[in-house]
């Protein structure tokens, strides 16, 4: 059994990729079921054994797809939250120039001037960007536990079936 899996930050895919996997799981244990009987039926205990063997190496290959694609969805937030951070810092800096240059549109050509009202548009935008960059930033750093969490958890399943 093999899975091609493209990882990115668009949580649906994500969630519809580990869709599959599971598919492909509840797949490989109605096979091992189905072969299982056979060898039960018709078969020895060696042929018993083979299709256990068969049924545990995809059941780990699977495993070992999901803990892939949990590690790189949490590679993706990480860098989404360095991204998220930096854009945050840029826009911080251009809003402080862009005060800064408000406060001297105001002292040179008044509160009311076309130069003050276009500053001060370009402000506004400013200042919505950050806040939407902001909800995007919290929104990764919630994921980002959550993500973690599931991770380890789906580790301790990969030990348990590897276990003898």
Do not use: C, H, W
Request: charged share 25%.
């Amino acid at each position: 059994m093999s899975v091609k899996v493209n990882i990115g930050a668009n949580s649906a895919d994500f969630q519809r990729q580990m869709k599959q996997v599971t598919q492909q799981l509840k797949s490989v244990q109605a096979g091992f079921n189905s072969a299982s009987e056979k060898a039960k039926t018709f078969g020895s205990v060696t042929d018993q054994l083979k299709a256990k063997q068969s049924e545990l190496a995809n059941k780990i290959r699977g495993q070992n797809t999901i803990i892939a694609m949990n590690r790189d969805y949490i590679r993706q937030l990480n860098k989404e939250i360095v991204n998220y951070k930096n854009n945050n810092s840029q826009l911080s800096s251009k809003i402080a120039d862009l005060e800064r240059k408000q406060q001297q549109a105001t002292e040179q050509f008044g509160k009311g001037s076309k130069e003050v009202r276009d500053l001060n548009t370009q402000l506004s935008k400013l200042k919505i960007n950050i806040l939407q960059m902001r909800g995007l930033l919290q929104i990764a750093i919630i994921k980002l536990p959550a993500k973690t969490l599931s991770l380890k958890q789906i580790k301790k399943l990969y030990i348990k079936l590897k276990k003898p």
